[in-house]
């Protein structure tokens, strides 16, 4: 038998109708934050993340779907979307015209890790990418925003942020941070002494215990701040206190990707694992100009869904459309006449069979319809269909002339 490959998962309903929900709640909160939809290729050119993402992150050094293609171009399935982004703002010339853009994706992304609980392949993202804007107002907008998001869905988070500072912090960090390495040179694990060398504020991520001991006494870049960073960093805070958005300070989150700058923020839910982190983004004010546009300013985050639909279940999917049934044979025909008629404006579930009422009721609960329509003999005969509302237990026959009118209603 030909099976899916591994970390990579085939959505069938009921969970591909999670996915649609979760991704409408994304859209329309991301909508009313000024945000508009774009699509942006699976495939891109392999330079475009090892320049944006980073050589010395995991994702670029151990888990990109690199290959050669048919056409010896050195290509790679996007492990994350601000990336591919950036790309096509630059391709647009959006850059060049200034102003403020906002825009949101969703879809898959691929990361050769090994899978577990939460960590996937091919898995996908919500995720939104401001470009032009310098205020710290819209860091913290984003955070509203997912912060909206998850209060939609139900979903209770932790919030960590932090600020990586802006390249007049960077340096001094810097210098204080391999001062500090050098002095630990013998004890660090293989991999922090090539983060050492490559992008040293990465070695507070390691997950090496021997190495976590050590970096409790590492400067922070925290204390580093430049005047300008460390205002936004405040301003920041007191925003998120204004709005009623609880955080953590978390001086070690650096996050896995290079791209960052200043504000740095990730939402964990401690129902999932080990593989807690459901959304997390930040300011990237440099990568533009990096990648080849001219310099401008840029913030987003990225939701992982299937951890999202892992918190969420089954629990929280509304009921929705209309189960319709007849309980004698003999009725099918009209039963069905009357539902694609329905069908015109509702969504109906039509049951090809006759069954007890309780059969069908089991039926429809366990589709999760909101609507029961069914009819029996004696509606038949009088013109009425017996109705009960899934969601509030409401029963009662209807006349079919009203049948249109009553479910409008709903
Ligand atoms: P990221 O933190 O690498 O950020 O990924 C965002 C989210 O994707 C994570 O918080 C997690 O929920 C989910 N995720 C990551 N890897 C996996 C996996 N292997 N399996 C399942 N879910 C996963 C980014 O990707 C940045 N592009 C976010 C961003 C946008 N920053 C600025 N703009």
């Not at 001062?179 to 013998?186: I, M, N, R, S």
């Not at 090496?208 to 960073?229: F, R, T």
């Not at 989150?253 to 504000?263: E, Q």
Request: overall charge neutral; hydrophobic content about 35%; aromatic content about 10%.
């Amino acid at each position: 038998m030909i099976t899916a490959l591994r970390g990579m998962k085939d959505m069938l309903p009921p969970r591909s109708e999670l996915y649609e929900y979760i991704v409408k709640v994304c859209e329309s909160v991301a909508k009313n934050y000024g945000y508009k939809q774009i699509f942006t290729p699976h495939l891109e050119e392999t330079i475009l993340f090892k320049r944006s993402v980073g050589e010395s992150s995991d994702i670029v050094g151990k888990e990109m779907y690199q290959f050669i293609d048919k056409g010896e171009n050195d290509v790679c399935l996007r492990p994350e979307g601000t990336a591919g982004v950036v790309r096509a703002f630059i391709e647009a010339k959006l850059d060049r015209a200034g102003g403020v853009h906002r825009c949101f994706y969703h879809g898959s992304m691929f990361r050769y890790e090994r899978p577990q609980k939460g960590r996937l392949r091919e898995f996908h993202q919500f995720g939104v990418e401001c470009f032009g804007e310098a205020s710290v107002y819209e860091d913290a907008s984003i955070i509203l925003m997912i912060n909206e998001i998850f209060t939609r869905l139900g979903i209770k988070t932790t919030l960590k942020i932090n600020s990586l500072g802006d390249a007049n912090s960077m340096s001094a960090y810097r210098a204080k941070l391999l001062k500090f390495l050098d002095a630990h040179e013998g004890e660090i694990c293989e991999d922090c002494r090539r983060r050492k060398a490559t992008n040293p504020i990465r070695v507070l991520d390691c997950k090496v215990e021997k190495c976590q001991e050590i970096y409790k006494n590492a400067p922070l870049m925290i204390d580093s701040l430049s005047p300008e960073a460390a205002a936004d960093f405040e301003r920041l805070k007191q925003i998120l206190k204004a709005n009623g958005v609880s955080y953590e300070i978390d001086p070690k989150l650096v996050r896995g990707l290079d791209y960052y700058c200043k504000t740095a923020f990730e939402f964990i839910s401690n129902e999932i694992g080990s593989q807690s982190a459901v959304a997390g983004g930040g300011r990237y004010d440099r990568l533009v100009e990096y990648l080849g546009g001219k310099a401008s300013y840029g913030v987003g985050f990225a939701m992982g869904i299937e951890r999202i639909m892992e918190i969420i279940g089954e629990r929280d999917k509304e009921r929705e459309g209309i189960y319709l049934c007849a309980m004698d044979e003999r009725n099918l025909d009209f039963v069905y006449e009357l539902g694609i008629a329905l069908r015109r404006k509702f969504k109906v579930e039509i049951s090809y069979e006759a069954k007890k009422l309780q059969k069908h009721l089991q039926n429809a609960d366990s589709k999760g319809a909101k609507i029961f329509l069914c009819l029996g003999e004696n509606e038949m005969k009088s013109d009425q269909i017996w109705y009960k509302n899934l969601l509030t237990k409401t029963e009662k026959t209807i006349n079919l002339d009203d049948l249109e009118k009553e479910l409008s209603g709903e």
